[in-house]
């Protein structure tokens, strides 16, 4: 069974700051990883989709890194701004009946300070 | 383009009625997922429907049920309401063409449905 971790729970950090969130999951045979970002009593915003032959995606201040043999992927924030205070979400896309499920991590509240 | 609409936003039900929550997703896509998320349990997947067949199902009880209409929209239904059951519900859509494009596949979610039952 697919198992996916986010290290740190939360994180506090002020702002103009460097972050990495961390995502881990168990089982290497995925289709693919996104990024989202979730705003409290909201819905989810993709934020990143990373396929399993790449290696990183980019999106202005953001890039998500995968590393499928290891089963590990990480969400780079540059320059962190008051208005990046969410929780950002990983999940995987499993190979299941040909069917299309994501396996969420529990996510990684953050938090910055002006 | 319009996104992924969910109604309605919010639902407040007493133990044992039922409800039933509508999704639309984007123009175009086939494939709508339903989640349950809650504090303890994170998001957890429901249910998936492609081309108006079930084609995923988590492991919830059969209280749970869910249809998609030919143009795509979606519905899920909870039977016989528990106070358990008060969560976030997110409804994704993708535009996953067949079985051979999941690697491209990403998903798009609504605003979710805020259930609380009393």
């Known amino acids: 069974k697919q198992e996916v971790t986010q290290i740190p729970a939360a994180l506090s950090v002020p702002e103009g700051e460097n972050l990495v969130l961390n995502c881990s999951f168990t089982d290497s045979a995925i289709y693919n990883l996104q990024w989202f970002r979730q705003d409290p009593g909201k819905g989810l915003t993709s934020l990143l989709l990373i396929q399993s032959s790449q290696r990183e995606q980019t999106s202005g201040r953001l890039n998500a890194s995968l590393d499928k043999s290891s089963g590990r992927s990480t969400l780079y924030i540059a320059a962190s701004q008051p208005g990046d205070s969410a929780t950002y979400l990983c999940a995987v896309r499993l190979p299941n009946n040909a069917g299309n499920m994501l396996t969420f991590g529990g996510g990684t509240r953050l938090m910055v300070k002006p | 383009k319009a996104g992924v609409t969910q109604t309605p936003r919010y639902l407040i039900k007493t133990r044992g009625q039922q409800v039933t929550l509508s999704c639309s997703p984007i123009s175009g896509h086939r494939s709508v997922s339903w989640y349950q998320q809650t504090p303890g349990q994170g998001l957890q997947f429901l249910f998936e429907y492609f081309s108006e067949t079930q084609r995923n199902k988590g492991n919830f009880p059969g209280r749970f049920s869910g249809r998609q209409f030919s143009n795509s929209r979606s519905e899920m239904n909870v039977s016989t309401l528990e106070l358990g059951d008060s969560a976030l519900y997110l409804c994704?859509?993708?535009?996953?063409?067949?079985?051979?494009?999941?690697?491209?596949?990403?998903?798009?979610f609504g605003q979710g449905t805020r259930l609380t039952v009393v």
């Open positions: 994704a859509s993708s535009s996953q063409l067949g079985a051979g494009d999941l690697m491209n596949t990403e998903a798009f």
